[in-house]
């Protein structure tokens, strides 16, 4: 039962953060969505977000251990 949470959420996250960072990078200006009057690339901006979240997930995972308790 030595499964961490942290190492499979981290995992999927950074892999679709990824996925939506090149996109969003490779995507003409046309994708990109009006808000307040200026053209946001959204899945640009949410991929990074997904990337730093999932990535904070597996630095948690590393740096986590588990120890087993004490008797």
């Known amino acids: ?3 961490d949470i ?3 959420i981290g995992l999927m996250f950074t892999v679709i ?3 939506l960072t090149v ?3 490779l995507k003409s200006a ?3 969505i009006p ?3 200026t053209d946001h ?3 640009l901006i949410w991929g990074i977000v997904l990337l730093v979240f999932g990535a904070l997930m597996l630095l ?3 740096r986590g251990g588990k120890n087993p308790p004490s008797a």
């Open 1 to 3: 039962m030595g499964l």
């Open 6 to 8: 942290r190492w499979p």
């Open 17 to 19: 953060g990824a996925l």
């Open 23 to 25: 996109y969003g990078a």
């Open 30 to 32: 046309a994708s990109t």
């Open 35 to 37: 808000v307040a009057g």
């Open 41 to 43: 690339n959204i899945n």
């Open 60 to 62: 948690g995972a590393v």
